[in-house]
């Protein structure tokens, strides 16, 4: 899955192809460390307690199917998502490299 976003540049702002990719975690000659973070949630862990869909509902909600999922967007709120990390009972919801 590539990055949606590097840093302050937006992927809209590049033209990828996979010939820029130089070395893993490396691309179009950006290191590692700027590449988005996406929120995730261990679902074996998560106690289902609501907090992050009270907290965040433009970035968490609930599948079809019952469990709590991360909306897939372009970037997420920081703070937010560190508001829910804070909050969260169980500690389920990490950040994740994209």
């Known amino acids: 899955m590539w990055p949606r976003k590097l840093s302050n540049i937006a ?3 590049l033209i990828l192809h996979k010939s820029k990719l130089d070395e ?8 590692h460390d700027t590449v988005m973070k996406i929120p995730v949630i261990d679902l074996s862990e998560c106690e289902d307690c609501e907090a992050c869909l009270d907290l965040c509902p433009a970035v968490f909600r609930r599948h079809d199917a019952g469990y709590i999922e991360v909306v897939d967007l372009p970037e997420y709120p920081e703070e937010k998502i560190e508001e829910i990390i804070k909050n969260c009972p169980v500690q389920c919801v990490t950040w994740e490299e994209a």
């Not at 893993?24 to 290191?31: D, E, I, N, Q």
């Open 11 to 13: 992927c809209s702002d």
């Open 24 to 31: 893993p975690g490396r691309f179009c000659g950006l290191s």
